[in-house]
């Protein structure tokens, strides 16, 4: 499962580059952070609703640029369990933002990915019912290979 989900990652990683080729580069004169004003959907991409904690909605504005992680339980060598947080998807345009009236509701966070990117982030939802959406800074759009996090890591 562990050689699964890493091949999966990479495959999500190797994609990218050619999805975000179709998105104004950020070195393109007319680039603008927040792509533009309000994001309209672009040829060869979709519109995905993603159901985020109300904390998180509250700071996403259309526009803004963001990764995507999933926190799963993971089963490692030895088949025991191991919860992990892999960043699934990166840089990746929000196109709209659902607040709730309350922060102990859900929002909605709506997002422009290319078909593989909408594969990976219905998957990531199902793999673990929540997704946690972290805002890039301004002209921050590049790609890194991330290795998933674990606490078993974290503490060796």
Known sequence: MKTFIITLLLTVLAALPAAQAQMPPATDPG??????????????????????????????SPGDRVDLLVTFEAVMKGDTKEMVTATILQNIIVLNVYRPDSLDGNGVVQLMCNPNEAQYAALSL???????????????VQLSPM??????????
């Not at 680039?31 to 996403?60: E, T």
């Not at 199902?126 to 921050?140: C, E, F, H, L, M």
């Not at 998933?148 to 503490?155: Q, R, V, W, Y």
């Open 147 to 156: 290795e998933m996090a674990s606490f078993k890591k974290l503490f060796r």
């Open 31 to 60: 680039y603008n952070d927040s792509y533009a004003g309000k994001p309209a959907i672009v040829p060869g991409y979709r519109a995905v609703s993603l159901p985020v904690a109300a904390v998180q909605a509250l700071f996403l």
């Open 126 to 140: 199902a793999q673990s019912k929540r997704i946690n959406v972290t805002r890039r800074a301004p002209g921050d």
